[in-house]
């Protein structure tokens, strides 16, 4: 059986000697990309539209759900050793997993451009406010400078020698400044009994909470691949994300309750600036960056699953360019529907692989085949129809759930929720799909 010729950490799987992480840096590693500017500006989406009781209820419920759904992902890759984009060639084929390549690499870019605006708009307004200097180009370009170096380090060396032994520490420590300033600052009580506006069922933000670590999951297996074993990987993983996915979902909705500011990312950042003071909020972008590293570092290993000979590296520096470029142009203020076309494009897709791996393969797939390029024992060489056709199911009930399809004469269902729905229908058509398909284990 012919197999693709691979490079070194690209598609072929991680040697034993390269799994080296347990769950101790599975938590910090998910519990540091869980910790953000742009979690904050999420969080502020939920109210005033429901009340606060409301929001942290949508918050609790779609983060348990979220970094479940990440978790169970990630077990796939620590299993194989490989990335999150060949392991979905069992079930949309070889072909059909570069659809899903193709719509990652536009994710993960779209979120680095996003981490980087954010975070030069928001050291920009801090040294404007004391010098003067308004130069927002300049901090870009600087944190993009960053996020390529970490890119070019290795996920192991970045969570081993920056995350576990720098950044944990400053993040606990200026999340915890942060949290207590706002307590400080606002009347909780009193933001506890005011009533919601309205215009936002709690199912629709759970949609809005589940999307962040849902964004996730098409790089979850990149890093899971270093696992020693499944069961650390998941629980660290999982239980990292979900501490700081509730933490910063709330303080972002406390922040715009309480603060009365606007959830306008420019407008927003400024007001964390003036909550939290000028250095903390430095030292919270210096942090911001390993998001913009997880993203761009994942970005390039999914182009390997399509151009298997190209090494990491100049993809990591050629994407880490382009995404400097667009940060210095793009408009963040779409922020809210790029979150919710996320959840449309992964949540169903999720629903797809956990049906093949967990139920028609029995939790096991052989890496080798999945390498193979064709033949009884690899993957279908072209998009396998079965996997397309229920990916495509979820991702037209999300959207019409969502409302996203009135323009076409559909009528949504907002206040049903669209990620469980389109989860539950993608998993069950693939299943009755392929339950009368003799299907090889690879």
Not at 152 to 181: M, N, Q
Not at 245 to 259: D, E, K, P, S, T
Not at 289 to 313: G, K, M
Not at 355 to 376: K, M, W
Request: proline share 6%; hydrophobic share 55%.
């Amino acid at each position: 059986m012919a197999t693709e010729v691979v490079t070194p950490r690209g598609l072929e799987p991680v040697t034993p000697e390269g799994r080296q992480l347990g769950a101790w840096g599975f938590s910090v590693l998910w519990g540091d990309l869980g910790i953000g500017l742009l979690v904050l500006l999420a969080g502020s989406f939920l109210v005033p539209a429901l009340s606060l009781p409301q929001a942290l209820g949508a918050i609790a419920v779609g983060s348990v759900i979220g970094v479940t759904l990440l978790g169970l992902t990630g077990i796939v890759g620590s299993q194989t050793g490989l990335p999150t984009m060949v392991c979905l060639r069992p079930a949309l084929g070889r072909g059909g997993s570069y659809v899903a390549t193709a719509f990652n690499v536009v994710q993960l870019l779209g979120w680095t451009v996003f981490e980087l605006a954010i975070m030069g708009h928001a050291a920009n307004a801090v040294v404007r406010s004391l010098t003067g200097f308004d130069a927002a180009w300049l901090w870009i370009a600087g944190f993009g400078g960053a996020v390529i170096a970490l890119g070019l380090w290795g996920p192991v060396a970045v969570v081993r020698e920056w995350l576990t032994k720098f950044a944990l520490g400053a993040v606990v420590l200026t999340t915890g400044w942060l949290t207590w300033r706002l307590f400080g600052r606002v009347d909780v009580a009193a933001l506890w009994t005011a009533p919601a506006a309205g215009g936002l069922s709690f199912w629709a933000a759970v949609d809005i909470v589940i999307a962040m670590p849902i964004s996730w999951l098409p790089l979850v297996c990149d890093y899971s691949r270093f696992a020693r074993r499944p069961a650390p990987a998941f629980w660290g993983t999982t239980l990292g994300y979900l501490v700081a996915n509730v933490w910063f979902y709330a303080l972002g909705a406390l922040i715009l309750l309480g603060l009365g500011t606007s959830p306008e990312p420019k407008a927003f950042v400024e007001a964390i600036a003036l909550l939290a003071g000028p250095l903390i909020l430095l030292v919270l972008l210096a942090d911001e960056t390993d998001e913009a590293w997880a993203d761009l570092y994942s970005c390039a290993v999914s182009i390997q699953n399509v151009f298997p000979r190209v090494s990491v590296r100049p993809l990591v520096g050629a994407l880490g360019g382009a995404a400097i470029a667009l940060a210095l142009v793009f408009d963040v203020t779409r922020y809210e529907d790029f979150l919710l076309l996320i959840g449309a494009v992964f949540v169903p897709l999720f629903g797809v692989l956990a049906a093949d791996y967990f139920v028609v393969r029995r939790g096991h797939y052989a890496p080798v085949a999945l390498l193979g390029a064709s033949g009884r024992d690899g993957v279908a060489p072209g998009i396998r129809w079965q996997g397309a056709l229920a990916w495509a199911l979820g991702f037209g009930v999300y959207l019409w759930i969502a409302g996203r399809l009135e323009p076409l004469g559909l009528a949504g269902i907002p206040a049903l929720g669209a990620s469980l729905p389109s989860l539950g229908l993608a998993a069950a058509a693939y299943l009755a799909v392929t339950r009368s398909e003799t299907t090889p284990r690879p």
